[in-house]
């Protein structure tokens, strides 16, 4: 029941965060402010990470003293938004001041989505980019396991050994992109242009891959797709809200972040599966992804246009 229940708040906490973060700042401070948030997130998970491991050795603390710990800093993290949004009320016209105050209407998230085009184009992105994702994750899998079977030995070292290396050189460069080229893509190219930074790479990856099926290129693939997904398109995604009213903010956000980003792994689970069932080979599973990758350029095409139309009103 904990672990369910964590799954759900994972997911929910951060979609109202960023829910909160588009309701209080506007379009320009967004493409501004964001990427410096996205700073913030991965030095906390780096943070979180570390932390874990001295606590433990030092203070020999158990999971539930640890589970204190981060209740208190949620704590914190509530007094935070308390301040912000009071200050944010205060600094605001009556007009905006009194609009944060109005209750929001009865309409659900999934009844917003179907109803406007923006956010149902947003939605099937984040499913495409899902199945592209995990599809390449269960690629990168297959061929770990083919070459620790090559090379013989202790199997599970191996692939540990693989996906320590895999997953540091991802966080870190993760965290540089954040750092030095998130805010100046925005800048240059805009929310609309850097949404197509990662579906071009990916396209330009899996064709590769399909071509030359070795290790060393889907490895570099994905250590590629995920680090701009977790930096570049992790902020993008989320300064797509900006132009959007409050209710989409709080409620087809919020549907989109959990059922839709959930529905993408589930779709990919069947899509591994009736592969495998009908002997689909690691180049034709890389060929997919590149057809779905073509499918997710044309979302993104649909979303550059419906956002470019909002923007301009």
Same mark, same amino acid.
């Given at each position: ?169 991802? #966080?870190?460069?993760?965290? *540089?992109?954040?750092? /030095? +080229?998130?805010? &100046? !893509? ?5 929310? @609309?242009? %850097? ?93 997919? #992804?590149?057809?779905?990758? *073509?499918?997710?350029? /044309? +979302?993104?095409? &649909? !979303? ?5 139309? @909002?923007? %301009?009103?």
């Amino acid at each position: 029941i904990f672990y369910i229940w964590l799954g759900i708040f994972n997911t929910f906490m951060v979609s109202q965060f960023w829910a909160f973060a588009n309701d209080i700042y506007t379009e320009d401070q967004g493409k501004r402010l964001f990427p410096l948030i996205g700073v913030g997130m991965s030095v906390g998970a780096w943070l979180g990470a570390s932390m874990v491991s001295p606590l433990i050795k030092k203070y020999n603390l158990g999971p539930y003293a640890l589970m204190l710990i981060a209740a208190a800093i949620l704590l914190v993290c509530l007094g935070l938004i308390l301040v912000v949004n009071a200050r944010e009320i205060r600094m605001a016209t009556p007009e905006a001041a009194r609009k944060s105050k109005t209750p929001l209407g009865k309409e659900g998230g999934f009844q917003l989505i179907l109803r406007d085009r923006y956010l149902f184009w947003i939605a099937i992105l984040v499913v495409l980019l899902n199945v592209v994702n995990t599809t390449g994750e269960y690629l990168l899998g297959k061929f770990v396991v083919a070459e620790a079977a090559r090379i013989g030995g202790d199997s599970k070292a191996i692939v540990g050994q693989f996906y320590g290396y895999f997953y540091s050189t991802v #966080n870190l460069l993760g965290f *540089l992109l954040q750092a /030095l +080229a998130t805010s &100046r !893509i925005l800048r240059i190219a805009g929310v @609309r242009g %850097a949404l197509f930074v990662l579906p071009v790479l990916a396209l330009i990856s899996y064709s590769v891959l399909a071509l030359v099926p070795v290790l060393m290129i889907v490895r570099w693939a994905k250590i590629l797709e995920n680090s701009t997904d977790y930096s570049i398109m992790n902020t993008v995604r989320h300064a797509l809200w900006l132009p959007t009213t409050r209710e989409a903010k709080y409620k087809a956000k919020a549907a989109i972040d959990t059922f839709f980003t959930r529905g993408g792994d589930v779709l990919q689970a069947g899509v591994v599966y009736a592969g495998t069932a009908i002997g689909m080979s690691i180049t034709g599973f890389a060929w997919l #992804n590149v057809i779905l990758t *073509l499918v997710w350029l /044309l +979302a993104a095409t &649909r !979303i550059y246009a419906e956002h470019r139309r @909002r923007t %301009a009103l």
